[in-house]
């Protein structure tokens, strides 16, 4: 793991962001225990998981795991989505008690469950409720507001310019964007022209998210549309040397193996044995993708039901590379 820079790449409000590689809000994916490794390794900002500001209002377990954080994961964002403009506030103003350092409201999810009804994504296609959510968490909260958005809804409907120069008008921090459609969800090719685009239009600071895999991708994007920052959301999952801007293929096998031991531990710390257990093989399979593990030896690290168990055949695949 490599020192962080103590130069700032740009500022939320006055929030000095010091890189410009920064790991992506995922549900089930970019919990507490991620983010510390990402973090570690150079991740430039924390956004939680999305938080859904219904169950803010409730005493829910997974709730607390998604609100929870450790000081070194700051500056941390929670990121919030629902379609009220004024439950996203009473959420937000309720979240306040935790200190986060910033609040983003998700314009960008994708699921049907979500942006069906008019949450997520969903937003895109409601401007004046988006200046409402904005303008009133700006006016009511102390810290730094933000949004991630998609391009728009459909091909037919790209009013990323009209939204994001919106967001902006509102008050907000900085805008994060995925270059695809509601409708693309993840397929097709990511529209960097149409970030670069956004980046140009805009004042305040840009990241731009969608179709980075590589270290030579985190690059491109950043020559190419200029933007302030690169999220990575699937791609980091099991490597978290991109946000060192190092290929996982020149990573030697035992220092993956002590990553991945490190990342286990603070799971298994973090949700109790059985639960963190469980929790962390989708972490596990994506850190060995690139090795030559054979299908019987995945098959028994995955399906090991204790921790000393997953360790133990950890530790044999490891001891055959």
């Keep these: 793991m490599t020192p962080k820079t103590e130069t700032p790449v740009f500022f939320l409000g006055n929030i000095p962001v010091k890189g410009n590689v920064v790991l992506a809000p995922m549900d089930g994916l970019s919990d507490s225990p991620y983010r510390r ?27 607390d795991h998604q609100l929870s954080f450790s000081e070194t994961e700051r500056p941390i964002i929670y990121q919030i989505y629902d379609d009220e403009p004024d439950r996203i506030l009473s959420a937000a103003e309720k979240l306040m008690s935790f200190h986060p350092d910033a609040i983003d409201v998700n314009m960008g999810c994708s699921v049907k469950r979500v942006s069906r009804r008019g949450a997520g994504a969903g937003l895109l296609q409601s401007p004046e409720r988006i200046a409402r959510i904005i303008t009133s968490l700006k006016s009511h909260l102390s810290i730094p507001v933000t949004a991630k958005i998609r391009l728009g809804w459909d091909e037919e409907q790209k009013n990323f310019l009209e939204i994001g120069k919106l967001i902006e008008e509102c008050g907000a921090d900085l805008i994060a964007v995925h270059g695809r459609t509601k409708e693309q969800g993840y397929r097709g090719k990511a529209n ?15 990241i731009g998210n969608g179709d980075v895999q590589s270290v030579e991708d985190i690059e491109k994007m950043l020559r190419h549309t200029q933007c302030d920052a690169v999220m990575i959301g699937r791609a980091a999952i099991g490597n ?21 031991q490190t990342h286990f531990n603070l799971s298994i710390e973090f949700y109790g044995a059985e639960d963190g257990l469980v929790r962390f093989r989708k972490h596990a399979k994506r850190y060995l993708d690139h090795l030559p593990v054979s299908k019987e030896s995945l098959l028994q690290l995955l399906t090991s039901t204790i921790p000393a168990q997953f360790l133990i055949r950890l530790d044999r695949i490891f001891s055959s590379l």
């Design 37 to 63: 490794i990402a973090r570690a390794f150079g991740s430039a900002i924390s956004y939680s998981e999305f938080i859904n500001a219904q169950e803010v209002f409730t005493n829910s377990q997974n709730l």
């Design 192 to 206: 960097w022209d149409a970030i670069a685009a956004l980046k140009n239009a805009l004042s305040i600071p840009v």
């Design 240 to 260: 978290p040397w991109l946000f060192q801007k190092i290929n996982k293929e020149n990573i030697p096998s035992q220092e993956i193996y002590k990553v991945i």
